[in-house]
Nanobody, 112 residues
């Protein structure tokens, strides 16, 4: 069964960093464009970043310059490095493959 499993969330102070991981099972990973989304309490899900099968990337304006998406095809894993975190980055972060397969999410809380 195809699955995505996120990890790496937690509580961090403003200005801090976290690295999220998304491990994929199944043979689809290497050909897929992988995305990170997030959903804050009471808000709609928001697209954060994507990385294509050839490692081209793009970011939402709100995170560009602070977040970095990467992939490790040998380990079927993508990462999201979150730097200079702000309280408004607080959300559940989800990875998704081609916008079709979704993980269960990992909570990121930025608070002093």
């Amino acid at each position: 069964q195809v699955q995505l499993v996120e990890s790496g969330g937690g509580l961090v102070r403003p200005g801090g960093s976290l690295r999220l991981s998304c491990a994929a099972s199944g043979g689809f990973f290497r050909l897929s464009t992988m995305h990170w989304y997030r959903q804050a309490p009471g808000k709609q899900r928001e697209w954060v970043a994507f990385i294509t099968s050839t490692s081209s990337t793009n970011y939402a304006a709100s995170v560009r310059g602070r977040f970095t998406i990467s992939r490790d095809n040998a380990n079927n894993t993508i990462y999201l490095q979150l730097n200079n975190l702000k309280p408004e980055d607080t959300a559940v972060y989800y990875c998704a493959a081609d916008g079709v397969i979704w993980g269960q999410g990992t909570q990121v809380t930025v608070s002093s």
